[in-house]
């Protein structure tokens, strides 16, 4: 385990692979939060699959969606697998109301997956 990132609400370590997310992500920490996540990523060899877990952000915005959007830019542009999304209960129900679900590998929350 690594942390990459500790700033008030928000922390972002890398696991085994993942970059975790835990917190708070608003618009005043994303720039940071996805700074760190991009270097991290930037380390990352090509065809190496990798997973994003925001499963532990609790109060959510659009900023924590650009966060996971710009990440997911840049597995693509890298030619990283993205090989899972893990989310919160409250950004799970953000990302399908924005209809970003379907375009990136979600793992539906524990709590939502009987609704």
């Known amino acids: 385990?690594?942390?990459?990132?500790?700033?008030?609400?928000?922390?972002?370590?890398?696991?085994?692979?993942?970059l975790v997310v835990s917190g708070e992500v608003d618009?005043?920490?994303?720039?940071?939060?996805?700074?760190?996540?991009?270097?991290?990523?930037?380390?990352?060899?090509s065809g190496e699959r990798v997973t994003f877990d925001l499963s532990g952000v609790g109060r959510?915005?659009?900023?924590?969606?650009?966060v996971l959007l710009e990440w997911t830019r840049q597995t693509r542009a890298q030619g990283v697998e993205l090989e899972q999304v893990r989310l919160s209960?409250?950004?799970?129900?953000?990302?399908?109301?924005?209809?970003?679900?379907?375009?990136?590998?979600?793992?539906?929350?524990a709590e939502s997956a009987e609704a």
């Open 27 to 45: 618009f005043d920490g994303a720039a940071a939060m996805a700074a760190a996540g991009r270097s991290w990523l930037a380390s990352r060899s």
């Open 60 to 66: 959510v915005s659009s900023a924590a969606i650009s």
């Open 89 to 109: 209960t409250p950004l799970a129900r953000l990302t399908r109301v924005a209809g970003l679900d379907t375009l990136l590998p979600v793992e539906a929350p």
């Open 1 to 18: 385990m690594s942390v990459l990132l500790e700033n008030g609400a928000n922390r972002l370590e890398a696991v085994d692979g993942a």
